[in-house]
């Protein structure tokens, strides 16, 4: 009795028969990209074409497209873009306050050089230190300088050569590469608008990514003389054109046997202008000459202040009176001596100095355990 208990149900061992249709049918609905083994030699090669690709993402585009290097790489292109709009849509809601400002100019040409600066936000300092969004924030910096045209006539508030530009018409702009970029190795051919490329940047990093602002240098077409732009950045681990403070500075430089004489600048010049533009992010300013400058009521008592109170707050406030970082004197002495040396009447005329986040504030969280109390409360 004993023993036929334990002995087990002869129906629970049946097998169900499986018939050589059953089998064919497993065997034709299994998927043909599963039987394609990527090639570790293609692998590489995406991922060296491709910065910041996984290699199960390599792995999988060789799989999708039987090992063909070219359908691979656009499968990519074509799958980061899916996947950048759908977590970009995710993420739109959360702030960024991290981020850096880049800062790009041209080269010297017979009326001077632009410049351009902008600020692109993300979430963490984490990612401000990744390679990939350094480059994407100096693509963004070269194609303001390169593609778009600055607005001829001042806005409301603007004055001197720097223009602020519209971000939505950026982000429609086609990207450029940077300078830092081997345009050989690329492996994207078609073109990218800047919207596109943060969205991929987005998929890549996982992170809310915006542009925030932009700004350019503009030179008038009846310009005087040379106008010199010089950029500056700090605060970006030693990369040339990104860092959490980015400034430029314009100067124009006529020489003094009159206008129309062409203007080359000197090693001298040029290094007043590089360290002009450092000075302006060790040493923030609200204006650069003294009459553009306004003193609070607080500081001037109704004109009744100590001069040397007035003087100490424009000293401190004002760039040209401030003293110069590299030394030499005050700022307007340092460029008074440089153009007495070279023979040329130099005007610093604009400068524009940004911090990332800067103005931004960020939004109140509310603890779990006082949003739980509330809704307890509220019952």
Same mark, same amino acid.
């Given at each position: ?64 497209t039987n090992n063909d290097l070219e359908k691979a790489l656009q499968w990519v292109i074509e799958d980061e873009a ?83 530009? !519209? ?11 940077? #300078? ?68 430029? !500075? ?14 080359? #600048? ?16 060790? !040493? ?11 003193? #609070? ?57 940004w911090e990332r986040g800067e103005g931004m504030v960020k939004a109140e969280t509310v603890d779990f355990a006082e ?9």
């Amino acid at each position: 009795m004993f023993r036929s208990l334990l002995r087990p149900a002869s129906s629970s061992l049946k097998a169900f028969p499986v018939t050589g249709r059953q089998i064919l049918r497993q065997a034709t609905t299994a998927s043909p990209a599963s039987a394609v083994k990527p090639n570790i030699k293609l692998v590489a090669e995406i991922r060296k074409q491709i910065e910041g690709i996984s290699m199960l993402k390599a792995k999988e585009a060789l799989t999708q497209t039987n090992n063909d290097l070219e359908k691979a790489l656009q499968w990519v292109i074509e799958d980061e873009a899916k996947s950048g709009i759908k977590k970009a849509e995710k993420l739109k809601d959360r702030q960024a306050l991290e981020g850096l400002v880049g800062v790009m100019v041209g080269e010297v040409g017979e009326h001077g050089n632009r410049g351009a600066i902008v600020e692109v936000n993300c979430e963490t300092d984490f990612v401000s230190r990744n390679n990939l969004f350094k480059e994407l924030v100096t693509e963004i910096a070269s194609t303001a300088l390169l593609v778009l045209e600055s607005p001829a006539a001042a806005s409301e508030g603007q004055t001197g050569f720097v223009r602020e530009v !519209s971000v939505t018409e950026l982000l429609q702009a086609p990207i450029l590469p940077s #300078p830092t970029q081997d345009t050989a190795s690329t492996a994207q051919d078609e073109i990218t608008t800047v919207q596109e490329s943060i969205t991929k940047m987005i998929a890549k990093l996982g992170e809310n990514i915006s542009l925030r602002r932009c700004a350019v240098i503009n030179i008038p077409e009846n310009q005087r003389g040379l106008v010199l732009t010089g950029a500056a950045t700090h605060g970006g681990e030693k990369h040339p054109y990104t860092g959490k403070m980015g400034a430029l !500075s314009v100067m124009t430089l006529v020489s003094k046997k009159g206008g129309s004489t062409k203007v080359v #600048p000197s090693e001298a010049v040029t290094t007043l202008s590089r360290q002009l533009t450092r000075h302006l992010i060790a !040493s923030p300013s609200i204006a650069i000459h003294q009459e553009d400058c306004k003193i #609070p009521l607080e500081v001037s008592n109704g004109g009744h202040a100590p001069p040397e109170e007035v003087d100490a707050w424009l000293d401190e406030r004002v760039l040209m009176r401030q003293p110069f970082i590299f030394g030499g004197g005050k700022v307007e002495q340092v460029v008074a001596k440089v153009a007495k040396d070279e023979g040329l009447r130099i005007k610093v005329t604009d400068a524009v100095r940004w911090e990332r986040g800067e103005g931004m504030v960020k939004a109140e969280t509310v603890d779990f355990a006082e949003e739980v109390r509330r809704q307890i409360e509220n019952k």
